[in-house]
């Protein structure tokens, strides 16, 4: 009797506790994924934090030291981008905004331009009306969207402080957490486990160098092409491109493509062209390439699984996706492997 009272007592323990923690994941799915991010980037605070410890008394002073080692780079890099692209863009904006306020469009240029490509007059007039119509929905366009970022800011704010917190407390109490699983997992299953967190350590290792790296790569690449095909603001234009890695789907095309049609419409269709062109062996080089394998270095997940991460995690995720997916598909990854490599183990000592 008291052995099969236990049992119950422990799956009815089970199922409570079971229920609780999807009803929390439920609560929490809106902000889960940064609450996932901030545990990520405090694997990289903890890092420096290493380093800071023994010049500090406090815990959560080295943390907050070590969360603003990394932030004053990234502001000040953001703070430079933006101040400049806020100037050119709205030089930008202003031009295209006083050719479209009268009722037609000075289409000289534009005509001039795809003059020059030889094609018939009919076509011709078809291609101007339709670069007048998309310039024209591309004001209304941004103006749009200039709105919809504005009134997107409180929650976005809300994302970063929930991000803040996290990165905080889970640097802070990194070794709590790890000690509170540890204890919940049972003693037959711990060296499974031992196993999956080494292999987690260099999927997160691999993640950091499979980002950056790249991006700062891909960013030198574009200065040195803006530079050759003698576009200004190169090194703006850099910076601009690295960032740009990081936006899902999208990603450095959002300043390969807008130069590149720019230079096309004011009549430099060669540059535009050249800058389209080895904007995209650049891009495809560094994404399918040069990522992986940097990534790779760190771990032995197969490069397939970090692009898939990198790609369809930012796709689902955003930005915290470009992490949260390599994280969640190398740690599966390693942990199938792991299971395979014991499960062999047993089998062949069983046959022995």
Same mark, same amino acid.
């Given at each position: 009797?008291?052995?099969?009272?236990?049992?119950?007592?422990?799956?009815?323990?089970?199922?409570?506790?079971?229920?609780?923690?999807?009803?929390?994941?439920?609560?929490?799915?809106?902000?889960?994924?940064?609450?996932?991010?901030?545990?990520?980037?405090?694997?990289?605070?903890?890092?420096?934090?290493?380093?800071?410890?023994?010049?500090?008394?406090?815990?959560?002073?080295?943390?907050?030291?070590?969360?603003?080692?990394?932030?004053?780079?990234?502001?000040?890099?953001?703070?430079?981008?933006?101040?400049?692209?806020?100037i050119?863009?709205?030089?930008?904006?202003?031009?295209?905004?006083?050719?479209?306020?009268?009722?037609?469009?000075?289409?000289?240029?534009?005509?001039?331009?795809?003059?020059?490509?030889?094609?018939?007059?009919?076509?011709t007039?078809? %291609?101007?009306? +339709? !670069?007048? =119509?998309? @310039?024209?929905?591309? &004001?209304?366009? *941004?103006?749009?969207?200039? #709105?919809a970022?504005?009134?997107?800011?409180?929650?976005?704010?809300?994302?970063?402080?929930?991000?803040?917190?996290?990165?905080?407390?889970?640097?802070?109490?990194?070794?709590k957490?790890v000690?509170?699983?540890?204890?919940?997992?049972?003693?037959?299953?711990?060296?499974f486990?031992?196993?999956?967190?080494?292999?987690?350590?260099?999927?997160?290792k691999?993640?950091?160098?499979?980002?950056?790296?790249?991006?700062?790569?891909?960013?030198?690449?574009?200065?040195?092409?803006?530079y050759?095909?003698?576009?200004?603001?190169? %090194?703006?234009? +850099? !910076?601009? =491109?690295? @960032?740009?890695?990081? &936006?899902?789907? *999208?990603?450095?095309?959002? #300043?390969?493509?807008?130069?590149?049609?720019?230079?096309i419409?004011?009549?430099?269709?060669?540059?535009?062209?050249?800058?389209?062109?080895?904007g995209?062996?650049?891009?495809?080089?560094?994404?399918?390439?040069?990522?992986?394998?940097?990534?790779?270095?760190?771990?032995?997940?197969?490069?397939?699984?970090?692009?898939?991460?990198?790609?369809?995690?930012?796709?689902?995720?955003?930005?915290?996706?470009?992490?949260?997916?390599?994280?969640?598909?190398?740690?599966?990854?390693?942990?199938?492997?792991?299971?395979?490599?014991?499960?062999?183990?047993?089998?062949?000592?069983?046959?022995?």
């Open positions: 009797m008291v052995p099969n009272l236990n049992k119950m007592k422990f799956s009815s323990i089970t199922i409570f506790i079971l229920i609780l923690t999807l009803l929390s994941i439920g609560i929490l799915i809106p902000i889960l994924s940064m609450v996932i991010f901030g545990a990520i980037l405090a694997y990289y605070v903890r890092y420096i934090c290493n380093y800071i410890r023994p010049y500090v008394k406090y815990d959560s002073l080295a943390v907050f030291l070590g969360m603003v080692i990394i932030a004053i780079p990234i502001l000040l890099l953001l703070y430079f981008t933006f101040s400049q692209f806020i050119i863009a709205g030089s930008l904006f202003g031009s295209l905004q006083q050719a479209a306020s009268a009722n037609n469009l000075d289409t000289t240029q534009l005509n001039q331009a795809v003059q020059n490509l030889g094609l018939p007059p009919n076509i007039q078809s %291609i101007v009306d +339709a !670069i007048e =119509s998309w @310039i024209t929905q591309s &004001i209304s366009a *941004i103006a749009s969207y200039t #709105v970022i504005i009134s997107s800011i409180p929650g976005l704010a809300a994302q970063i402080l929930i991000l803040i917190f996290s990165v905080f407390y889970f640097a802070r109490d990194g070794d957490v000690k509170y699983i540890k204890d919940l997992v049972p003693d037959k299953d711990k060296h486990y031992q196993q999956v967190f080494e292999s987690a350590d260099d999927v997160l691999s993640i950091i160098v499979g980002n950056v790296i790249p991006a700062a790569m891909l960013g030198i690449l574009s200065g040195i092409l803006y050759f095909l003698g576009y200004p603001y190169v %090194i703006l234009l +850099a !910076i601009l =491109s690295g @960032i740009a890695m990081f &936006i899902p789907v *999208i990603g450095p095309w959002i #300043v390969y493509g807008v130069i590149g049609l720019f230079s419409l004011t009549g430099n269709t060669l540059q535009g062209v050249l800058v389209i062109v080895f995209w062996i650049i891009e495809t080089s560094t994404d399918f390439y040069i990522r992986p394998r940097i990534s790779v270095q760190y771990s032995e997940i197969h490069p397939l699984i970090f692009l898939l991460g990198f790609i369809y995690g930012a796709v689902t995720l955003g930005v915290p996706g470009l992490f949260i997916g390599p994280m969640i598909l190398g740690i599966t990854y390693a942990a199938y492997k792991v299971y395979r490599k014991e499960k062999l183990e047993d089998e062949k000592g069983n046959k022995v």
